[in-house]
């Protein structure tokens, strides 16, 4: 399956690779440049040596500056880039199940964050939205009979902390051990393991890879944010499969009403 962040690590890979080919140029080249002093001059002047000090040291100054500053500056405007599109729009293609699977799949984003880079928790709005989610979600959807979240991170916990009240009031255990970029790994998980045909899933996931993860569970195009953007929230997919064959599912687009 060809995916958009597999597409993105390729990229990035040709992006060091292009580094290094860059700043072994420009050190290869600089080397012309390495500032000496002339022959008819006395190198053992004060004033001389000074200027040549002051040479050398613009020289390693310019010559860093160069090597380094347009691969960091071609990976900034990229990440950049990254951002400002919300993350990547789906490019994956549905995983095939001929065998059947889930009868219904409930797809949601975490709860809303701080705002703060460095938090890894949800936001007092995040926490009571999680809550409500614990009564929404069964009333809705019927009781889930598993729960996965992504696994934590140095960057995030807040996929398993928007599930925790919805685990604890059905009493089932949440799954977390996939790691965000390694969704692929779930779906085919979902899928392949006889433990879950015919049952309801809850996956609560990062909004970065919602869009891929609804087109590998076989969301038709038009049916699901995408890209998924950075202030949506109240948006829960919800997958109803035929447990016994491999057609594809019904997918709605449900609004939460809070």
């Known amino acids: 399956m060809k995916n958009h962040h597999k597409s993105c ?22 080397e012309a440049y390495y500032p000496s002093v002339p022959l008819d001059i006395d190198g053992h002047d004060p004033g001389t040596l000074a200027a040549f000090a002051s040479a ?17 500056l071609a990976y900034g405007l990229g990440y950049l880039f990254y951002r400002s599109r919300g993350g990547p729009s789906a490019t994956a293609t549905a995983v095939a199940h001929p065998d059947g699977g889930p009868s219904r799949i409930v797809l949601m984003r975490h709860a809303e964050k701080t705002g703060d880079p460095e938090d890894i928790h949800l936001s007092e709005e995040g926490r009571k939205h ?13 009781r889930p009979d598993f729960i996965f979240a992504a696994a934590r991170s140095k960057r995030s916990i807040r996929s398993i902390e928007t599930v925790e009240p919805l685990a604890a009031a059905i009493g089932i255990p949440i799954h977390h051990d996939i790691e965000d970029d390694d969704f692929e790994e779930l779906v085919r998980e979902i899928f392949s393991n006889p433990t879950y045909q015919g049952k309801t899933i809850v996956v609560c996931w990062h909004h970065r890879k919602l869009s891929e993860i609804a087109a590998s569970l076989g969301a038709p195009p038009g049916s699901f944010p995408n890209p998924w953007t950075e202030d949506l929230y109240n948006v829960i997919l919800d997958f109803r499969y035929d447990p016994n064959t491999g057609a594809p599912p019904n997918v709605t687009r449900v609004v939460e009403p809070f």
């Open 9 to 30: 690590r390729k990229l990035t890979r040709w992006w060091a690779l292009a580094s290094v080919a860059w700043i072994a140029f420009v050190l290869w080249s600089a």
């Open 56 to 72: 050398v040291r613009h020289y390693y100054l310019t010559t860093t500056a160069l090597a380094l500053g347009v691969p960091v």
């Open 130 to 142: 999680a809550e409500r989610l614990a009564t929404y979600i069964p009333q809705t959807f019927g």
